[in-house]
């Protein structure tokens, strides 16, 4: 487990500006750079539609997202990297939860959906769902 590192301002800036990239930009391989700039690992002949969205720490390096070869991301997908009650007191009850989201080879992750899970080999996450945890689909 790697450690937590937190960003300086420039740093958070840059992976702000980043996600806009992601989530606006028109050109693929710009969306992959912009994800890529923003720590993470993307592979091979990956399709990322436009509306991607991260729900991830600008201030920290504690969440992960690996996106291996032939992967296809539909249009309007959530990612939630990171969730955290955000300075309440329920922070004590509810601690943060950080995420690591892997996809596997030649997964599909359908359009307009919220996503806290894993994809698998040859895997396909549908449209409209709502998943979580650790299990492979």
Known sequence: MKAIKKYGIVRQAWIKCMRFFVAQFPA???RIW??????FHVGEEVYIA???SLSMMNSENSCDLVIEDRVSIGPRVTLILASDPNHSRLIKIFPPIRGKHYYWKRCLAGCGSNYSAQCGDWGMLGHCCRSCGDRKY
């Open 28 to 30: 693929n391989a710009v």
């Open 34 to 39: 912009a994800l890529r700039q923003c720590g």
């Open 50 to 52: 436009g509306g991607l």
